[in-house]
Every structure is written in C-alpha cells, then in structure tokens.
C-alpha cells in the first residue's frame, strides 16, 4: 500500500472505468428544438416544412449534433485555425449588438456634421472629347471644329465614350487612365483643347461643365447616415469590448 506505482494504476484504472460507465450528456429533442429547426427552414425555403421533412430535419440535426459533441470530446476544436477565426468572429458579431432603435434624429445630424466630408460630392466633370490615333491629324481635326463640323462624326471609331456627364476624376480616371486625368486642370468651358494623350492614343477634348463640391442634404441621405452612424456604433462597441476583456488578460511579448 506504500507503493506509488500500485496506487497511481489503481486511480488511473478507475478514472477508465468511470470514463466508460459515466453517461453522456442527453441530447435533448423537445418542441423548442423542432421549433427552431422548422424555421430556420421555413426562413431558407420561405414553406413551412411538412412532417416528414420536419422528422429528416431533425434526424439531420441529432446526427450533427452526435458530430459536433464528439469532436470537442476529441479537442478537434483547439489549435484549429479555422475553428479559432469562426469563434472570434462569431464573438465579434454579439459584441456589435447595437439597438438601432437608439438612434434618434438629434444622433444622425450631429453625425452628419461631423461627417459631412463624407457626404459631399467632389467636384465633377462634364465632358466630350474626339479620338484619333494619329498625332497628324490634329491640325486637321481642330480646323474642322473650328469650322462647326459635328464633333460626334469627327475623328477615329473606338470603344471610348465620346462624352462623360457630371464624372468625379475618379471615374474620368477609371475610363481614360491616370495621364488622361492629369491634364484637366488645362480645359477650358466650352473651347476645345489638344492634344490632350492618354494611354488609348489622342483626343480634342471640350470641358462643357465644371461642377463644383456639393454637400448631398441630409433629408435625401437619411438612410445611408443612418446606416453609416450604426456601423460606427459597433465598431465602437466592439473595441469598447476589447479594451474590457483585454484588462483580464496578461499578454507577454517575447
């Protein structure tokens, strides 16, 4: 009885014996279950389920969750990779819980102001332009609209729109390349100007209206600041959250 190795089988046999005769928790399939099984489904297919896809349902069910309690029992959750951001980010959506029933109008206009950057349009272009490929042609082209010839017919065929309306030089950019955009500041409302190069080749281009920032009103945005103000809450919430679970913490870095 003094023996340590004697002792250390006997609790090491009866923790086995206790291991295998103990009983499981009870999966438990009651109407609360059935209930939440029916419209989940009924939420995904829009039909109530009938009885017998109810009891598939259900099967399906008892047979994931037999999966799901064996492999914690197994630890196939811990060092998972995919298991680990799934949790965080499952935990990251319950710690945004915002009411958006909170925000009131006062909330919405003090964040509009504070934000109103965000809620102005830039400055936009409006615009038509005449491509063509060859440099010589330039003298030509020019002399022809000097002339009052139709623009729409002049110069070469391309994918290219020969006009823009009301474009932020983003979207000038997006459709003519980055040098194209570069020379904007030299038009001039309503005289053509050239060349003007871009990445495709060479074009007349014609400023036709410069259309200056614009704050949108908030009465036309109402659901977009809304939106904007409750993303920010939580956000907010969320690293509120952190901060207050990180205090609990000991975090060494080596």
Do not use: C
Not at 63 to 82: N, P, S
Request: hydrophobic residues 40%; charged residues 30%.
């Amino acid at each position: 009885m003094k023996e340590p190795l004697l002792w250390f089988v006997l609790i090491g046999a009866s923790l086995f014996v206790a291991d295998q005769f103990s009983e499981a928790d009870a999966i438990v399939v009651n109407d609360v279950v059935r209930k939440q099984i029916a419209t989940l489904w009924e939420t995904q297919m829009g039909l109530k389920p009938s009885d017998d896809e109810l009891d598939s349902l259900v099967h399906d069910w008892v047979r994931e969750e037999v999966f799901y309690r064996e492999a914690l029992r197994l630890g196939l959750d811990q060092e998972d990779t995919i298991v680990r951001r799934r949790l965080v980010q499952k935990l990251g959506f319950l710690a945004r819980e915002v009411d958006d029933e909170s925000i009131t109008a006062k909330d919405m206009q003090a964040y509009y102001r504070e934000n109103i950057a965000d809620y102005t349009l830039p400055i936009r272009y409006s615009l038509s332009q005449v491509y063509f490929k060859n440099p010589a042609q330039y003298d030509s082209l020019m002399h022809r609209l000097a002339e009052g010839s139709n623009w729409k017919e002049l110069g070469d065929s391309s994918m290219l729109p020969r006009s823009l309306v009301r474009k932020s030089e983003r979207r000038v950019t997006s459709t003519f390349g980055t040098e194209f955009t570069t020379q904007l500041t030299g038009l001039i409302e309503g005289k053509w100007i050239g060349p003007i190069t871009s990445t495709f080749g060479n074009h007349i281009v014609r400023l036709e209206q410069l259309t200056p920032e614009e704050q949108r009103p908030l009465a036309f945005i109402e659901k977009q600041v809304i939106a904007d103000l409750l993303h920010q809450r939580r956000e907010d919430s969320l690293n509120d959250y952190y901060r207050e679970l990180l205090d609990q913490y000991e975090v060494v870095y080596e």
